[in-house]
């Protein structure tokens, strides 16, 4: 496995397979400046295969597709269906809006996807559209419910912003008291050039789990040497399900960081937080380099992980750490 300069392992690669996306959630791009990723500069689904033989050849054993919307991409589940067969022991996850994927539950599952990550901002319907601009909020339930019938577990991950969905906090927990899934809020951060992020959605972790342990008691339940990944997992007392805080800006967890991000456009972000990209599209489509070539630079690349906090303490003038907006890193 890699060892980057600071001593972390780099073995999970999250691989965005586009930018484009059905919903329109009003933090995450601004509408405005909407502008997609033109096709020929897409990294083909060849060559995100040769990229993650390149990464597991390099100790990579975790790869999330993620987007932009990754169903929304065409023939996103036959992608799926070969890449499980090319290397059927890595740990494959997806994150989703849950918005395309009720019909094709039953593919995953037969896939061996265990586990799926589906982004839900709010539990009110109409909230819903004023979020993403889109009326698809039970479609969303509908996969949600689909998954859990199918034993796939479900993490539903809820971006935290104040004064937009803070006063749900009760419904959240009352939803993973009712339903075997973990409810993840991330901490909103300050990702994208000209999007939203504003220090007044900012709601804390320290903020969201005082209150939500008026609602219920919360148990810590990461035990020494147990990882799931950033978040801090609490078990509810008689309750189903679970709740989880990602909180990259009041604790962050960059020490601990074992990641790679590849975008849609086939460049590496060694780290969320930091522009520096490496353009991985000309070596891919060289006729004169090959794997060998690739799996150089992946690694002289990945040893330069910055620290990513040193980039996350904001200058309060500043709207955003990066430029790109996060459709277009891969969230
Ligand atoms: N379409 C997929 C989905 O909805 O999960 C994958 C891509 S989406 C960009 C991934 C996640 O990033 C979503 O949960 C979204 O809410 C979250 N996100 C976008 N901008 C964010 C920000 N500034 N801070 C925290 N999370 C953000």
Not at 9 to 37: A, E, M, P, Q
Not at 143 to 162: F, H, Q, T, Y
Not at 238 to 259: A, T, V, W, Y
Request: proline content about 3%; some cysteine; aromatic content about 10%.
């Amino acid at each position: 496995m890699i060892v980057d300069q600071y001593g972390r392992g780099v073995s999970y690669l999250r691989l965005s397979v586009t930018d484009r996306c059905n919903l329109r959630c009003f933090y995450c791009r601004n509408c405005k400046y909407l502008k997609f990723i033109s096709h020929q500069n897409i990294l083909t689904y060849e060559e995100m295969f040769e990229l993650i033989r390149a990464c597991v050849d390099l100790g990579v054993q975790k790869i999330r597709l993620t987007g932009g919307e990754p169903f929304v991409r065409r023939d996103f589940l036959y992608f799926l269906a070969r890449l499980r067969d090319k290397f059927p022991f890595l740990d494959l996850r997806i994150t989703t809006n849950g918005t395309l994927i009720a019909n094709k539950v039953q593919a995953l599952k037969d896939m061996g996807i265990n586990c799926i990550n589906i982004s839900l901002d709010t539990l009110d319907a109409d909230k819903f559209i004023e979020i993403t601009g889109r009326d698809f909020y039970h479609k969303v339930r509908t996969s949600i419910d689909r998954c859990l019938e199918k034993g796939i577990r479900v993490k539903i991950n809820v971006v935290a912003l104040k004064g937009v969905n803070d006063n749900e906090l009760e419904d959240f927990v009352r939803f993973a008291l009712t339903h075997p899934v973990d409810i993840r809020f991330i901490e909103f951060m300050p990702i994208g050039g000209r999007t939203m992020w504003n220090k007044d959605f900012y709601w804390s972790a320290k903020e969201i789990l005082t209150a939500a342990q008026k609602i219920t008691p919360l148990i810590l339940q990461q035990k020494a040497g147990q990882t799931s990944g950033p978040a801090k997992i609490f078990g509810l007392k008689e309750g189903q399900g679970r709740l989880g805080i990602i909180s990259p800006l009041s604790d962050h967890f960059c020490d601990k960081c074992n990641r790679l991000r590849i975008t849609p456009d086939g460049k590496l972000r060694t780290c969320l937080f930091s522009d520096k990209e490496y353009r991985l599209l000309p070596l891919l489509r060289s006729p004169k380099l090959g794997l060998e070539q690739l799996k150089k630079v992946l690694e002289q690349t990945s040893r330069k992980k910055p620290l990513g906090y040193n980039l996350l303490s904001r200058d309060e003038n500043k709207q955003s750490v990066c430029q790109r907006v996060m459709s277009s890193i891969g969230g």
